[in-house]
Nanobody, 118 residues
Framework: QVQLVESGGGLVQPGGYLRLSCVASGDIFSVDAVAWYRQAPGKQRELVSA???????HYTDSVKGRFTIFRDKAKSTHYLQMNNLKPEDAAVYYC????????????WGQGTQVTVSS
């Protein structure tokens, strides 16, 4: 089992920035990939960014060039740096960790609210 605790959400003006953090504990050596998802009101949860162990980052098109996912394994923490935030980025953001062996398991943080408004 892996436990995830998020922090870093809040209210920011358009064009501003936030950094989300997600600290993992438990069976962290089983984690094969980390990611961030978000869910806006009335919408499905969507993948924002993913970082598997091979380092091949993925970003959804709407955040490319603005968001950066990175990981500090020594701190068992992964981050989402969000720059130039737009109102459409407002959502509850969830951190995710995935293990693939022996079966796929997804672990989730509790969610943190990001509000982008002037």
């Amino acid at each position: 089992q892996v436990q995830l605790v998020e922090s870093g959400g809040g209210l920011v003006q358009p064009g501003g920035y936030l950094r989300l953090s997600c600290v993992a504990s438990g069976d962290i050596f089983s984690v094969d990939a980390v990611a961030w998802y978000r869910q806006a009101p009335g919408k499905q949860r969507e993948l924002v960014s993913a970082l598997p162990d091979d380092g091949a980052t993925h970003y959804t098109d709407s955040v490319k060039g603005r968001f950066t996912i990175f990981r500090d394994k020594a701190k068992s923490t992964h981050y989402l740096q969000m720059n130039n935030l737009k109102p459409e980025d407002a959502a509850v953001y969830y951190c995710n960790a995935r293990s693939d062996y022996p079966i796929r398991r997804d672990y989730w943080g509790q969610g943190t609210q990001v509000t982008v408004s002037s």
